[in-house]
Nanobody, 130 residues
Framework: QVQLVEFGGGSVQAGGSLRLSCAVSTYTYSSFYCMGWFRQAPGEEREGVAAIDSLGSTYYTDSVKGRFTISQDNAKNTLYLQMNSLKPEDTAMYYC???????????????????????WGQGTQVTVSS
């Protein structure tokens, strides 16, 4: 069973930065894995923020391009999300997710949805004040 635990959420003023971490308990890396960050604000649907595939290719939703950076440390089984120039609209619960089944090969070039991922963390709150 794969378990994910997020760290690093908190409260910050607009323009500030936060770094989220996602520790993966055990993992079998394959040619197909995809790891991603999602967020959900109250009353909103969960949306994909960023993803990284087994080749290291990264994918971002338009609203965070140039501000957020997804990365991974395979030796530590850890996924990161560096968030800079934070805005109040970035306020949400952030979740990391992963899957290694073939349907999500190379994160399907960025064309993925939350229901594509089998394994999820419990979430970490990010609050950005103006």
């Amino acid at each position: 069973q794969v378990q994910l635990v997020e760290f690093g959420g908190g409260s910050v003023q607009a323009g500030g930065s936060l770094r989220l971490s996602c520790a993966v308990s055990t993992y079998t890396y394959s040619s197909f894995y995809c790891m991603g960050w999602f967020r959900q604000a109250p009353g909103e649907e969960r949306e994909g923020v960023a993803a990284i595939d087994s080749l290291g290719s990264t994918y971002y939703t338009d609203s965070v391009k140039g501000r957020f950076t997804i990365s991974q440390d395979n030796a530590k089984n850890t996924l990161y999300l560096q968030m800079n120039s934070l805005k109040p609209e970035d306020t949400a619960m952030y979740y990391c997710a992963t899957d290694y089944r073939s349907h999500l090969r190379y994160c399907r070039g960025g064309d993925y949805r939350d229901f594509d991922f089998r394994y999820w963390g419990q979430g970490t709150q990010v609050t950005v004040s103006s």
